[in-house]
T-cell receptor, first 114, second 113 residues
């Protein structure tokens, strides 16, 4: 089975801090994704990557950046955390050309910015 | 990007079929429909997907109308463990040629004993 592991289930940080959310997948997938999930808004795509060192903006990239130095690891970075970035963050991965296979999700990181 | 509309909640009796509708009237010809579900405190789990033909796997069946403007996910014999939020998703293509999901807000299905 595909395993997508997010480094923390719960995280509390302060406004202005630089925050790193880590995601690792063990199935050699080419494509990796970061979403945030908020009540009433569903899941929204922040950034994705279809190859090492490649990245592409999703629908809500403002305030975030990403890093993919190795195929199995995709990091989401909040450069200067703000309270409106309090949310559930979900990482996903998929195989196939540019993401044409089903995505597999981790269990999420619930991030609170105080 | 094509969007999806789902009823916010539904109930279903245990052992009966659960039929979850989804409207995607602006879907274009090469966009797939995917279904996922999310059980509380877990990440979304893939169920099934299709383009225009009906599909069936060990978890569910997917019925897509001929005009592709709507679809129905069928769980043939719902159990209490099927209680979850079900998302109908359109997979669209970005300007760079990669694929991305457009999530709706989902249907909260409660299976009743």
């Amino acid at each position: 089975d595909v395993k997508v592991t997010q480094s923390s289930r719960y995280l509390v940080k302060r406004t202005g801090e630089k925050v790193f959310l880590e995601c690792v997948q063990d199935m050699d997938h080419e494509n990796m994704f970061w979403y945030r999930q908020d009540p009433g808004l569903g899941l929204r795509l922040i950034y994705f990557s279809y190859d090492v060192k490649m990245k592409e903006k999703g629908d809500i990239p403002e305030g975030y950046s990403v890093s993919r130095e190795k195929k199995e690891r995709f990091s989401l970075i909040l450069e200067s955390a703000s309270t409106n970035q309090t949310s559930m963050y979900l990482c996903a991965s998929s195989s196939g050309q540019r993401g044409n296979q089903p995505q597999h999700f981790g269990d999420g990181t619930r991030l609170s910015i105080l | 990007d094509a969007k999806t509309t789902q009823p916010p909640s539904m109930d279903c009796a245990e052992g009966r079929a659960a039929n979850l509708p989804c409207n995607h009237s602006t879907i274009s010809g090469n966009e797939y429909v995917y279904w996922y579900r999310q059980i509380h405190s877990q990440g979304p789990q893939y169920i099934i997907h299709g383009l225009k033909n009906n599909e069936t796997n060990e978890m569910a069946s997917l019925i897509i109308t001929e005009d592709r403007k709507s679809s129905t996910l069928i769980l043939p014999h719902a159990t209490l463990r099927d209680t979850a939020v079900y998302y109908c998703i359109v997979r669209s293509v970005t300007t760079s040629g990669t694929y991305k999901y457009i999530f709706g807000t989902g249907t909260r299905l409660k299976v009743l004993a």
